[in-house]
């Protein structure tokens, strides 16, 4: 079994990649707090990891629609929704950076955490790795 078969470190690198893009969706809605008419946006949580563990740890994605995984690993796998934050000023722009702050701020501990149980984990399968009374 390949390292990158181990089901939590493919849980860990999926929670990386979904921060990583809310991350970067926060980002435009910040770059376009003054653009007029522009509604925030934000990514759906992913799967519930307790489900996930349950599940064996295993998540299967389902290809409904050839749109939906691109062939190439470039384009996103999560999709962006609008998501209006608690205001909308008079030229109808509804980004408030302030919750985007508080976003960002959120993803950044999430992300946090998720390297630490990572690096975690390979410390772990190091200790395992090495010869006993070493």
Do not use: C
């Not at 435009?28 to 349950?54: C, H, I, K, S, W």
């Not at 205001?87 to 950044?108: C, F, I, P, Y």
């Amino acid at each position: 079994m390949a390292i990158n078969d181990l089901p939590l470190l493919s849980q860990i690198k999926g929670r990386l990649s979904w921060l990583d893009q809310r991350q970067r969706v926060i980002a435009e809605n910040v770059a376009n707090a003054d653009t007029p008419g522009y509604v925030g946006r934000d990514l759906n949580q992913p799967a519930d990891f307790a489900a996930a563990m349950r599940s064996g740890g295993r998540v299967q994605m389902v290809r409904t629609s050839a749109m939906h995984i691109a062939p190439t690993g470039q384009a996103s796998r999560f999709e962006a929704t609008n998501a209006p934050d608690s205001e909308t000023t008079l030229d109808g722009n509804s980004v408030v950076v302030e919750e985007q702050m508080l976003k960002m701020a959120e993803s950044r501990m999430a992300y946090d955490a998720a390297i630490g149980i990572y690096q975690k984990s390979m410390q772990m399968l190091r200790m395992a790795a090495r010869a006993p009374g070493r």
